[in-house]
């Protein structure tokens, strides 16, 4: 069955090869597709394209099919285009010609816009929650290891002390500057498409705002033509988001490959979480840590996998943006299986609380005996000088002691601070709002 069949017969070839992955991602956007098509017949009902009785009862099948998406039990049957086709076909098995009636005003690309969005937003709220819980682990390590001194390096080149409160705790800062840009992504997917048709509205007197409230949507895409326009822009938005999410991870990542080897040994990971060598009796491998820096590049790159498929296209619907889903709708998964693996490994790592006790690492307090010359009333040129002919002199002495106050320093994180900053980003998003249209929607 298709939407647009008229009788004429495709090439099978040709169907397998347009049709691609759509059928097998489309399954997860079935939910998304019968909760449009609830704010949609409810729209319709609303400006006499439905009565009353068959809204009801399409309600009351949409319900059940609702439930059965979201628990996995809806397929698109064989010889079944898509998820449109699945879901419009079921409700006229159920209810005859009345279920061939919830199209009235749209086309399959506004719905697929709408899904896409619908899907995305649910998204974003999973990625936002699990970041959240990787903020709070890298806070409690920050926390509870604030004290305990590593060394900073410019260069890779030993520089100044560093602490573990500092490298945990700057982690955690950087996921909430990328929960700020999840908020701009958020904000782009949570714009109601439907009513838009295929990028040029409808003649029926379609209640855009309507919908628009009913499905929890902040705004709408007002002009028709951009409605279209911003399929591939969205995702390419919220890739860049899912980017920025993944440079903090696979940062997180490089430091742990590196501060677990031996010539750093600054953190161990549990034997339970590393991997041997088949020749090697004695290796114990960071793969956890390797394939985090893999996979958060993989999705760095995706910004520019969908700007590939999206830059030369003109104004308007092209089958080309089909291709999107198969790069970005598995993004997801990918992202936030890293964010779970990189919060159960931070979870379970050992610190080394006596890293700096090593005799290397004794030039990085210089700067420190530098500062104590200058607060005792010797010019920061002349202090700088001295210290440096006592390091080339080889007499070059310190007592190892740090004492930073102000904000963000050694000792003055602002954790909490921190965090009400990551509070407030999250409360923002509203996902509140959603959550209550669609409860409404299902009652």
């Not at 819980?133 to 900073?152: C, M, N, R, T, Y």
């Not at 929890?216 to 969205?234: P, T």
Request: aromatic share 8%; charged share 25%.
């Amino acid at each position: 069955m298709k939407l647009w069949d008229k009788g004429t017969s495709v090439d099978k070839r040709i169907e397998e090869f347009t049709v691609g992955r759509d059928r097998e991602l489309d399954v997860l956007l079935a939910p998304f597709d019968v909760l449009g098509t609830m704010a949609h017949i409810t729209m319709l009902q609303s400006v006499d394209l439905l009565s009353k009785d068959e809204l009801e009862s399409l309600l009351v099948v949409l319900k059940k099919l609702y439930k059965q998406a979201v628990e996995g039990e809806v397929q698109i049957e064989e010889g079944i285009e898509d998820i449109h086709s699945q879901v419009e076909l079921m409700l006229t098995r159920e209810l005859g010609d009345v279920g061939k009636k919830v199209h009235s005003g749209r086309s399959r690309n506004d719905q697929v816009l709408l899904d896409l969005k619908l899907y995305t937003r649910h998204q974003i709220e999973t990625l936002v929650n699990a970041v959240d819980k990787l903020f709070v682990v890298l806070q409690q390590k920050s926390e509870e290891h604030k004290d305990v001194l590593i060394p900073g390096y410019t260069h890779l080149q030993v520089a100044m002390p560093s602490s573990f409160g500092v490298w945990f705790g700057a982690f955690a800062e950087s996921l909430s500057d990328d929960l700020l840009m999840l908020q701009a992504a958020w904000r782009t997917a949570n714009q109601n498409p439907l009513g838009t048709a295929a990028g040029y509205g409808s003649s029926f007197p379609l209640n855009r705002t309507m919908t628009t409230e009913l499905l929890g949507f902040e705004d709408l895409n007002y002009n028709v033509g951009y409605a279209q326009m911003a399929r591939g822009k969205m995702e390419r938005t919220v890739a860049y988001a899912m980017a920025s999410v993944a440079q903090t991870i696979g940062k997180l990542a490089v430091d742990g490959c590196l501060f677990t080897s031996q010539n750093f040994g600054f953190l161990k990971l549990p034997d339970a979480l590393t991997t041997g060598s088949s020749i090697m009796p004695h290796k114990k491998n960071p793969d956890v840590f390797e394939l985090l820096r893999a996979h958060c590049n993989k999705i760095q790159a995706l910004p520019e996998s969908i700007g590939a498929i999206i830059t030369n296209l003109p104004t308007g619907y092209f089958r080309d943006l089909q291709l999107i889903k198969e790069v970005f709708m598995p993004a997801f998964d990918e992202l936030i299986d890293c964010i779970e693996i990189a919060a159960y490994a931070i979870e379970n790592i050992e610190v080394k609380t006596n890293v700096m006790q090593d005799e290397k690492y004794k030039l990085a307090f210089s700067v420190e005996e530098v500062n104590k010359l200058v607060l005792s009333g010797v010019p920061f040129r002349d202090a700088y000088k001295q210290v440096g002919m006592a390091i080339e002199a080889g007499s070059f002495e310190t007592d190892g002691q740090v004492k930073h106050t102000h904000e963000g320093s050694i000792g003055n994180l602002c954790n909490d601070k921190i965090e009400l900053k990551k509070n407030k980003i999250i409360q923002e998003f509203g996902f509140d709002t959603v959550s209550n249209a669609v409860q409404n929607l299902l009652k």
